[in-house]
């Protein structure tokens, strides 16, 4: 009898494992093509979620003053950040590809001339001399200075058309999570609700509350701390553009402050600039000189003031919001910047709740003892 109940034992036991293993399989081959699903559209909404939560005050304060309608509010900031950030770049492609249309077009007719170089250039230090020859020799025969560089020449334009393709792909799809941001800050409410429901049914009502309190915190300080720096840099070269004389000073600082929300580096406008004083430029050498080393000055500045902004109003440490938010961006590029520094920053609150709780359960342990 003892034997025949343990095999009806086995038998539900091997019932029941077989039928959680091929549940557990169902539910992981769910969620594997739900991923393949969702993958083409991950970059983008993760920027949307965190354009979202980072401008979300700002779109309650505006809804307030439209009598509370959110689709309008949200419409507004959409427009408008469409109009900040499409414009400049759209008025700097066009004219950059009208300049190298007007380039390319004199070359082929063989109209194309080079200003010679003014002595000044020769006394640039370590690239002075070599500059010059070149500059020299461009300007008496450009057509067979081409000729010889043309390897040289060949493998930098597909570089620059490369990185030309990717800078207009993340701005473009900067936009797109732009559009997207609008329409879950329309419906933010129910949004931030869903979310706190996720955060405390993974963990537990309390504690699901404050990851989510961190978690959103933590994204609008990056964000500010990434807008802040892009800001203050556009300002600092902006002010470098006028007083040097660089035309166009306005819409430079503006695209600067474009590339520094996209987390793209200023030197991508600061090496032009300075390449202009010295090459277009009526200024003299000392002052191109300080200039030069002005906008290099101004075209780092984001290095020294991201740790000083990043990790404000965070129940975390800044040194840990920074590693996070730097660790991110080696790993996953700009995206890693928010990813990384929540992630880190999270991962440190459950860790120092685990300390605390641990202290309380060798003091519970220890009064036991005593009694």
């Not at 469409?82 to 008025?91: C, K, Q, V, Y």
């Not at 010059?132 to 390897?151: F, H, M, R, T």
């Not at 490369?162 to 473009?172: C, L, Q, R």
Request: proline content about 4%.
């Amino acid at each position: 009898m003892a034997k025949i109940n343990q095999d009806l034992s086995n038998k539900q036991i091997a019932s029941v494992l077989t039928d959680v293993l091929i549940r557990f399989g169902i539910i992981a081959a769910v969620v594997v093509l739900c991923i393949e699903v969702f993958a083409p559209f991950m970059g983008i909404m993760l920027w949307a979620l965190i354009l979202a939560v980072a401008l979300y005050p700002l779109h309650l304060k505006l809804a307030k003053k439209l009598k509370g309608k959110h689709g309008r509010a949200a419409t507004v900031i959409v427009v408008v950040g469409l109009l900040i950030i499409g414009g400049p770049t759209i008025l700097l492609g066009k004219s950059f590809s009208e300049h190298i249309h007007q380039v390319y077009s004199q070359f082929e007719q063989g109209t194309l001339t080079i200003p010679a170089p003014k002595e000044s250039v020769a006394d640039i230090p370590v690239i002075g001399e070599k500059a010059y020859s070149i500059w020299s020799a461009a300007s008496e025969d450009l057509p067979e200075l081409v000729k010889s560089v043309q390897p040289q020449l060949r493998d930098f334009s597909k570089k620059l058309f490369a990185i030309t393709a990717s800078t207009a792909g993340a701005i473009f799809s900067f936009l797109g999570s732009l559009i997207v941001a609008g329409i879950m800050m329309a419906y933010g409410v129910s949004g931030s609700q869903a979310m706190l429901e996720i955060f405390q049914r993974i963990s537990n009502p309390q504690q699901g509350k404050r990851l989510h309190s961190l978690s959103v915190g933590t994204v609008r300080s990056v964000a500010t701390g990434v807008i802040g720096v892009a800001f203050i840099q556009a300002l600092l070269l902006g002010i470098g553009f006028v007083f040097a004389g660089i035309p166009g000073a306005g819409v430079l600082a503006a695209v600067v402050m474009v590339f520094g929300i996209l987390q793209l580096p200023a030197a991508i406008i600061t090496i032009p600039a300075i390449a202009y004083l010295w090459m277009g430029g009526d200024g003299s050498t000392t002052s191109n000189i300080v200039y030069s080393i002005y906008l290099v000055i101004a075209g780092l500045a984001d290095n020294v003031l991201k740790p000083i902004l990043l990790g404000r109003g965070v129940d975390a440490p800044m040194p840990v919001v920074l590693l996070g938010a730097l660790g991110g961006m080696v790993v996953a590029g700009i995206i890693g910047l928010f990813v990384g520094s929540v992630l880190l920053a999270v991962g440190y609150q459950i860790f120092m709740d685990w300390v605390k709780n641990a202290d309380q359960y060798s003091q519970v342990d220890q009064s036991t003892e005593e009694v």
